[in-house]
């Protein structure tokens, strides 16, 4: 072989085996990132012929390898047999395992470990082996059809918080039991581990509670709902009745499906304001001589309408909803509600101002407080704990086991904290899903707000004002979707996605572990998967925004084009025409003139991602 014939294959090798090691990284999205991943040489073959073992010591093994001998069906073609674990070391084997000595590592934690022979997932728990699974799916190509090789890794990992939640409201919009089933996998998917369901409200009551039928025959049903945002004048209606509900055997059906996704569903029945669904079907439980008529509410935002915290009826209608609620909801903890209760009724009537002066309570503050603390002890002795909106502060007589969920800020977590409540962190300008992710005048109507995927990445949960004492009292965080404004799941799966992928890395992920631009590298694969999956994601992270600067050198000011995706073909216009990608390449920042329209668009593979922004350079701008 002549010199420059070697010269051409070792390029050649090296050029291949650089776009391998690049395929081999890509296939490296693992979200939320793991505490630990050593890559080594070589890989797992999965196939028709591997076999899953699992330790029988523990039942859910079991159930844990036909998931995943479920998932793989795509795969290898079969479904792959499961059987119980004898001696380690067989080829071509996934081995689920648990074992006591794992220094290091919770009740959550995995290990993992692969080479050509085997991948052995092991845990102290069953839920380490379900998380391991999960990354092992993640592990795997996007098209079943593609050589399903593994690559040869160890990892070793675990959650940074025990609380790793997000909110659904299915009072705004009702969603189907197989819908609540697929929020539920998303959530498993990202090793996400809470599902609180926000089951009432003004617009719709959605659990059956048998002691009370007209909670559900009455107030689950609305006569029709409004169109636009609230602040819109005139408003505007639909004519369609909307409503649902969950009977109780689909709301076991619920519960078991997320315990085998070890996701811990928490129940909220708002109280004591939010509560006009109710009021609907029994009327004399708002405040007052004769209370009502109500109508369950067709419209959003918040009104006056509460339980009478003065009438012993009231507390034992609620414990009587809660006796039923708390054999439905094998969790611990149930949320109570508790946002935005509005004193106008309270402060007028004569129940509620008897019982503040029975109760030797100074104002309707501490009357709400009394309310809650008196649901506190109704669970308490059902033994559960309430959590509930950072209102629940009100009063500052919160039963010490009582959990706070911050959500007007950090302000309430901060205070909670201190006064050593625990502490679930979600703060509307950061991880309110149901918010605009991208720029509005592009977007589906939001309630307000703006949280980019980026926002959302970039929480952190641990409030600076605490000291390593009470940092401990923060127990995770929580991304919630309000639905006033989706009324489908496809819509749902646009607001969830892609900023669930980014709640994930805050929730498990050290802090030292995240890093943004890798996590946007990942998510080029991460909406692959969605598109394979078949999930109606955003592309809002592929929209350009636009910032003036001062040119270093120039110190003119100079036009910078930037999107929340990795490395993006940007192409712009100065014309007003629309951007292709015969258009200017974006390569950095570049002086534009007044009165300039700008439209800039990001391209993937010849696709337009996301739509086209557009920015007008002004005077002032220069
Ligand atoms: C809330 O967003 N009202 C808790
Ligand atoms: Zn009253």
């Known amino acids: 072989m002549n010199t420059p014939k070697i ?32 890559v080594m040489p070589g890989n797992f073959k999965l196939n028709s012929a591997t076999i899953i073992l699992y330790d029988d010591r523990n039942a859910q093994l079991k ?90 890794l160890q990892i070793q990992d675990q959650p940074r918080f025990s609380w790793r939640g997000s909110m659904l ?21 990202y090793k996400l581990n809470t599902f609180h369901w926000h089951l009432t409200d003004n617009q719709g009551w959605r659990i059956e509670i048998k002691k009370y039928p007209l909670l559900t025959s009455i107030g689950a049903w609305r ?7 609230f602040e819109e004048q005139p408003e505007r209606f639909d004519a369609t009745p909307h409503g649902g509900f969950y009977t109780q055997e689909e709301i076991k059906d619920i519960v078991a499906y997320a315990q085998r996704k070890y996701v811990t569903v928490v129940p909220e029945i708002d109280l004591p304001g939010h509560c006009t669904s109710a009021l609907a079907g029994y009327p004399e439980l708002g405040c007052g001589e004769n209370p009502g008529p ?27 909803v809660f006796t039923e609620v708390a054999t439905l909801f094998p969790g611990k903890v149930i949320h109570i509600g508790g946002d935005e209760c509005r004193k106008t009724n309270w402060k007028s009537c004569t129940y509620c101002q008897a019982r503040m002066k029975k109760e030797g309570l100074k104002d309707e503050h501490e009357l709400q407080g009394y309310f809650v603390n008196r649901i506190a002890q109704v669970l308490k002795a059902k033994n559960k704990r309430i959590i509930g909106w950072d209102e629940i502060l009100e009063g500052d007589q919160l039963r010490p086991d009582a959990l706070v969920m911050s959500w007007r800020g950090t302000t309430g977590g901060v205070t909670a904290a201190k006064k050593h409540h625990d502490v679930v962190m979600t703060p509307t300008t950061y991880l309110y ?18 949280n ?17 004492e009470e940092v401990k009292y923060i127990k995770g965080v929580q991304g919630n979707i309000w639905t006033e404004f989706i009324p489908d799941f496809n819509h749902l799966q646009y607001m969830a996605f892609p900023r669930l992928s980014a709640l994930a890395e805050v929730a498990w992920s050290a802090p030292e572990k995240k890093n943004w631009e890798k996590f946007k590298l990942k998510m080029e694969t991460e909406y692959n998967r969605y598109e394979a999956q078949g999930i109606n994601y955003s592309k809002s992270a592929y929209q350009v925004s636009f910032e003036m600067v001062d040119g270093a050198r120039t110190q003119k000011a100079q036009m910078v084009l930037k999107t929340q995706s990795y490395n993006p073909d940007i192409y712009y216009t100065l014309d007003g025409t629309e951007p292709s990608q015969n258009a200017n390449k974006y390569v950095g920042p570049f002086n534009v003139n007044p009165n300039v329209k700008i439209k800039a668009a990001t391209f993937k593979n010849g696709i337009k991602m996301g739509q086209t922004t557009d920015y007008e350079v002004t005077k002032q701008d220069r």
């Open 63 to 152: 159930f844990i390898s036909d998931q995943l001998s479920e998932k793989l069906k795509a795969y290898t073609g079969n479904k792959l047999p499961v059987k119980k674990l004898t001696a380690a070391g067989g080829k071509n084997q996934i081995v689920f395992k648990l074992s006591d000595k794992l220094p290091g590592l919770g009740v959550e934690g995995y290990t993992m470990n692969v080479n050509s022979g085997s991948i052995v997932i092991t845990a102290k728990q069953p839920q380490g082996c379900f998380y391991g699974m999960q990354t092992l799916l993640q592990l795997l190509p996007l098209d079943p059809k593609e050589e399903a090789s593994i690559p040869a």
């Open 294 to 320: 109500f109508e369950v509410k067709d419209k959003w935002g918040v009104f006056d309408d509460v339980y009478c915290a003065g009438k012993e009826n009231t507390f034992k209608f609620l414990e009587d």
């Open 452 to 468: 980019t995927l980026e926002r959302v990445y970039n929480y952190e949960p641990i409030p600076s004002a605490l000291n390593a």
């Open 433 to 450: 899903l149901d918010y605009y992710q991208g720029a509005p005048y592009l977007e589906p109507l939001t309630i307000d707000g703006f």
């Open 7 to 38: 010269l051409f294959v070792a390029v050649f090798i090296f050029i291949n085996s650089a776009i391998k090691a690049q395929l081999q990284s890509r296939q490296f999205s693992i979200i939320p990132e793991p505490e630990f991943v050593k």
């Open 169 to 189: 409201d299915v009072s705004r919009h009702f969603y189907t039991v197989e819908q609540v089933k697929q929020y539920i996998d998303f959530l498993a998917a």
């Open 223 to 229: 006569k029709r709902s409004l169109i636009g945002h």
